[in-house]
């Protein structure tokens, strides 16, 4: 069956003082109905000019913005403002690290979310009220008929985050995007935040996109993850392809660089060097500079030509000229070690 989101070609460019930002160049991305899908990458990768794009929030920007984003067969790439409005929260919803940037200060949460029921269904004050009551309820918001008439002020930082996720669901999105949800909660409250995400999700049967750093939350939540690097997806695959069957030389560095329970003094061993720059896009490919073993192929070809993304395994793509038969067998060739 036809992917509920299909992704393809998608580039995003901005003009600056400075020039040209390329923030997207070329991502391809496909999520089926009910799957979760984890998009990672370091600050600079993407990720957020990504989700921002599927949610049509870049529409009345100077971003320019090609390629398509099918959702359920309709392109929403050519939609204006006015017609990306039904998918916006009713087929779409959206969850930021920060509820405070969801939610305006001066109104109470409960009727927020009233609203946010209103503005994609014809129904009377009193039950929008009512289903944000049980929205609240089934978030977990103690006593939610008093908490509906709280300001966010009044929340705490765990109970504002699980009010933007009653907001975001309560008109049952087919697809939501959670962009970096649990990054300013400490663990306890994550961990809870993850939960209630993946039970409602089980409830719903809606698919969810998580954009995060974070690969702890990828390993927990996510069946399918894409790595980004430099505007593009570098990596592809099943969780565990991901983790156990690594391809590409940057995820390597990024699993590197996780804490490990095996390494006593918990460090994070942060790949070396800088994201490429994004006004002055490299030749070849986005990870040359960083690339541990970019030097493997003497005809220097990491530096001159882009590579694509390569069949690797069952569902599992790598962006990388030493990934694949071919790659492989380059490097055989070419006498060097295995990599
Ligand atoms: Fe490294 Fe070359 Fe592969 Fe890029 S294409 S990740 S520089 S080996």
Redesign the pocket.
Known sequence: TAPLLDVRDLRVTFPTDDGLVHAVNGMDLQVRRGETVGIVGESGSGKTVTSQTLMGLLKETNARITGSIEFDGVDLVPLTETQMRPYRGRKIGMIFQDPLSAMHPFDKVGVQIAEAYRVHNSTSKKDARNHAIEMLRRVGIPDPVARYDNYPHEFSGGMRQRAMIAMALICEPELLIADEPTTALDVTVQAQILDLIASLQAETGSAVIFITHDLGVVAEVCERVVVMYGGQA?EEGDVRDIFFRTE???TKGLMASMPSMTDDAGRLTPIPGFPPSLIDLPH?????ER????H??QDG???TDR?ALRVVGDGHRA?????GDE?RALVSLQGSME?
């Open positions: 570098i590409h030389p940057y070849g490919c986005m990870f040359a690339c541990p073993v970019a493997l192929i070809r990491c530096f590579p962006r990388c000229h030493l990934s790659g990599v």
